[in-house]
């Protein structure tokens, strides 16, 4: 039997290249949204993959809709990613405890949530694979988003930890820090401040999705199993960690 994998955030940028990408290795997909409706819709019609909608941040909303997906497609959850997130920037100075809260809630609480609700599966059955997806700013840090950058970084702790905690039970967690990638939320940036970003990218352009996919593709892999609490970051030689 195939693999059923779990996408968080999964119907639009590299959530919907990551949930594409593992169809075509012969997983089983479903992912989750919590606000887009009409592009949920549009996902599941092009490509098959069944959208979920539940909020990331909700400990009791994770657990039961890790339930409602093992139900409706008949196995239980043997590869989650964890790309659900959002952003709230502004100066330290300005931000407000909402958009910090928010942000940590929806990037590194929904980590401790989604993980908790399929860990207990997979120590039992002694596979499973866990990828969150950071960012290189939780690497670098970055004007205006301290919360974010701390939400970032912070999974890449929660990564090394759960791996140790999990190696011996064939569960494997690791992390990819993804640079600028061109996505729709790229897209809303100042195209003068795209420009100076791409300027500093010695490959000199963003990422596409694909290739982030790609890395996430590897790293859930049946041969990658001696591969755990690793961060691959994936920035076209922007920062070198």
Known sequence: MSKLALVTG?????????????????????????GNDVAALAFTKETGIPAYKWNVADFDACAAGVRQVEADIGQVVDILINNAGITRDAGLHKMTPGQWHEVLDDDLTSCFNMSHAVIDGMRMRGWGRIVNVSS?????????????????AGMIGFTKSLALESARKGVTVNAVAPGYTATEMVAKIDPRILEGI????????????????????????????????????????????
């Open 10 to 34: 999964g119907t639009r940028g590299i959530g919907a290249a990551i949930a594409q990408r593992l169809k075509q290795e012969g997983c089983r997909v479903a992912v989750t949204y919590h």
């Open 198 to 241: 791409v300027a500093q990218i010695p490959v000199g352009r963003l990422a596409r999705a694909e290739e982030i996919a790609h890395a996430v593709a590897f790293l859930v892999d049946e041969n990658s199993g001696f591969i755990t609490g690793s961060t691959l970051s994936i920035n076209g030689g922007q920062y070198l960690a």
């Open 136 to 152: 290189i700013n939780g690497q670098k840090g970055q004007f205006g988003q301290v919360n974010y950058a701390a939400a970032k």
